[in-house]
């Protein structure tokens, strides 16, 4: 009698152990719809842009890189394509290592080690 007691309450101790765990997952991600577009500035494509979208709510950005036409696709939480639905927040930035000019602006060279945004620091801003 004293083992079926001790067995059915270490099955019940089990158990509750097994709910515990299973309820510490990550939160499921939401579901998401292709974004595609194109990003050009003073009319021609913008090659290598990062493109960014901050939908509201959503636990991370959505995020792409321009191809050679200025074209990209974006993908949410490393393994899905398009972003959240919502109203988001949009930035665009092209980052260039400061080791060399600007091809944008031959005129100008930034200094070793400091990288510079070739765009307009208005479309970097999230705010």
């Known amino acids: 009698m004293f083992g079926r007691m001790l067995l059915a309450r270490c099955g019940a101790l089990l158990g509750l152990c097994l709910v515990i765990v299973g309820c510490g997952g990550s939160p499921?991600?939401?579901?998401?719809?292709?974004?595609?577009?194109?990003?050009?500035?003073?009319g021609q494509?913008?090659?290598?842009?990062?493109?960014?979208?901050?939908?509201?709510?959503?636990?991370?950005?959505?995020?792409?890189?321009?191809?050679?036409?200025?074209?990209?696709?974006?993908?949410?939480?490393?393994?899905?394509?398009g972003a959240p639905i919502g109203s988001a927040t949009?930035?665009?930035?092209?980052?260039?290592?400061?080791?060399?000019?600007?091809?944008?602006?031959?005129?100008?060279s930034a200094s070793a080690g400091e990288p510079k945004n070739s765009l307009p620091d208005k479309y970097a801003s999230s705010r």
């Open 90 to 108: 949009v930035t665009v930035t092209k980052i260039q290592g400061g080791a060399g000019a600007d091809p944008d602006n031959p005129g100008a």
């Open 28 to 42: 499921p991600k939401p579901s998401t719809v292709p974004v595609t577009g194109t990003v050009t500035y003073k």
């Open 45 to 81: 494509p913008v090659e290598g842009a990062a493109v960014n979208f901050y939908v509201d709510g959503s636990p991370a950005p959505s995020s792409a890189t321009t191809d050679a036409s200025g074209k990209f696709a974006l993908s949410s939480f490393g393994d899905k394509e």
